[in-house]
């Protein structure tokens, strides 16, 4: 079945690092994928998407790029701030929303 | 995009007991899902909430259990029923605007629930 599998954190990096979480998808056909982002306290946020392959999904300084051939959306952003910290989700579009186990990113100043 | 919000924002409840979660969406939404967030894990869907009908339950999860209500294309509530410890969670539920498509989901922020 359709499946998602994120890199594990915590990810701990100090303010203006670059940032990459992994993201790699098993599914049939290509179905759309997204990033959503949860602050703490607060429920999810769709952070980007991105809905056919080789589109790049960008938002507050996030990318992520849709490659099917290595099934991945990567989340990327040259110079994280400290009010990025979150719990990071990727996810696909199957039968239903089908989210990785998330990645927390703490930064620090 | 769709606002959504939930009551009770959270809750600490003694097992056996139930409490019902309500989900307002600012606009109508063709469908409305239901989550559960465990500690320290990612999201498991319950069930997806559909307007006129019964909903429609995941693996591992029963009527009985979490009875859904979807009474209009704006409005949503789970009961969880009979609570124990197992059942803290952080229960969030969202919307769909695009008709019969899972392409693209807003969420609510949550309802915390502690079961003691």
């Known amino acids: 079945g359709d499946s998602v599998t994120q890199m594990e954190g915590p990810v701990t990096l100090s303010e203006e690092a670059f940032l990459t979480i992994n993201c790699t998808y098993t599914?049939?056909?290509?179905?759309?994928l997204f990033w959503y982002v949860q602050y703490p306290g607060e429920g999810l946020q769709l952070l980007l998407k991105?809905?056919?392959?080789?589109d790049k999904g960008s938002n507050k300084g996030f990318e992520a790029t849709y490659r099917k051939e290595t099934t991945s959306f990567h989340l990327e952003k040259g110079s994280v701030q400290v009010s990025d910290s979150a719990v990071y989700f990727c996810a696909l579009a199957g039968t239903a929303l089908i989210f990785g186990k998330g990645t927390t990113l703490s930064v620090s100043s | 995009s769709a606002v959504i919000s939930q009551k009770p924002s959270r809750d600490i409840c003694q097992r056996g007991t139930s409490l019902t979660i309500q989900c307002q969406v600012d606009?109508?939404?063709?469908?409305m899902f239901w989550y559960r967030q465990q500690p320290g894990q990612s999201l498991t869907l319950i069930a997806t909430a559909n307007q006129g009908s019964e909903a429609t339950y995941e693996s591992g999860f029963v009527i009985d259990k979490f009875p859904i209500s979807r009474p209009n294309l704006t409005f949503s509530t789970l009961t969880v029923s009979n609570m124990s410890p197992e059942d803290s969670s952080i229960y969030l539920c969202?919307?769909?605007?695009?008709?019969?498509?899972?392409?693209?989901?807003?969420f609510g922020p949550g309802t915390r629930l502690t079961v003691l």
């Open positions: 991105a809905t056919k392959a080789d």
């Open positions: 599914a049939t056909g290509y179905p759309s």
């Open positions: 606009s109508q939404v063709t469908m």
């Open positions: 969202s919307g769909s605007p695009s008709g019969g498509s899972y392409n693209e989901q807003f």
